[in-house]
Every structure is written in C-alpha cells, then in structure tokens.
Nanobody, 115 residues
Framework: QVHLVESGGALVQPGGSLRLSCAAS????????MKWYRQVPGKEREMVAT???????NYTDAVRGRFTVSRNNVRNTLFLQMNNLKPEDTAVYYC?????????WGRGTQVTVSQ
C-alpha cells in the first residue's frame, strides 16, 4: 500500500523559510515522479512543483525562484525548500505520486505565512 506522509509545516513570518518533507512507502520510490500541491479553502488544489525520477524539476510561476523541490532516493523522501515566503503561500501542502494507475496523496501539512 502506498503511503505518503508530509511534515514540516508551520507558522512563519513573511520573508521566512521552511522545508517540507514527504516520506514515501509502498512504492519503488526512485522510479516515480513526485509532486507538491497546495490548497486554500474554497479553491482548487494547485500544483506547486514536480520532480521526475531523473531529477528534472518544474515549478508553477508563483513559486519559481523561491521554492526548490528535491528528492532523496535512499531515504524515499521528497523535499520542498521554501524561501522568501509570502502570505499568499499560506495553504495546506500535499505530496502526491501516480502509481499503479492512480494518484496517491498524503494528508497534508499546514503552512501559514503571517506576521
């Protein structure tokens, strides 16, 4: 069974930094692309960053240059380094992967950017 567990969310001031983690199990992790999404209440879930099995990354325009996605294929862990955080980055952040013909999601971790 595929299991994704996010951690690292917190309350942080504008301009601050956080690093989110996502621990994966139940898949041959190194073979799968991984994604970070975020969601604000009342809005659709938004793709934030993706990383392929080969380490190729992609970002939504709103975070490009501030966020960095990376992966550790030994520890089966996905990361999202978030710098220069803005109030509009406030959301629940989810990691996701597509395996065995379906999408899997973690339960999310709350990031709040506020004074």
């Amino acid at each position: 069974q595929v299991h994704l567990v996010e951690s690292g969310g917190a309350l942080v001031q504008p301009g601050g930094s956080l690093r989110l983690s996502c621990a994966a199990s139940g898949i041959n992790y190194r073979l799968y692309a991984m994604k970070w999404y975020r969601q604000v209440p009342g809005k659709e879930r938004e793709m934030v960053a993706t990383i392929t099995s080969d380490g190729i990354t992609n970002y939504t325009d709103a975070v490009r240059g501030r966020f960095t996605v990376s992966r550790n294929n030994v520890r089966n862990t996905l990361f999202l380094q978030m710098n220069n955080l803005k109030p509009e980055d406030t959301a629940v952040y989810y990691c996701s992967t597509n395996a065995y013909g379906r999408n899997f999601w973690g339960r999310g971790t709350q990031v709040t950017v506020s004074q």
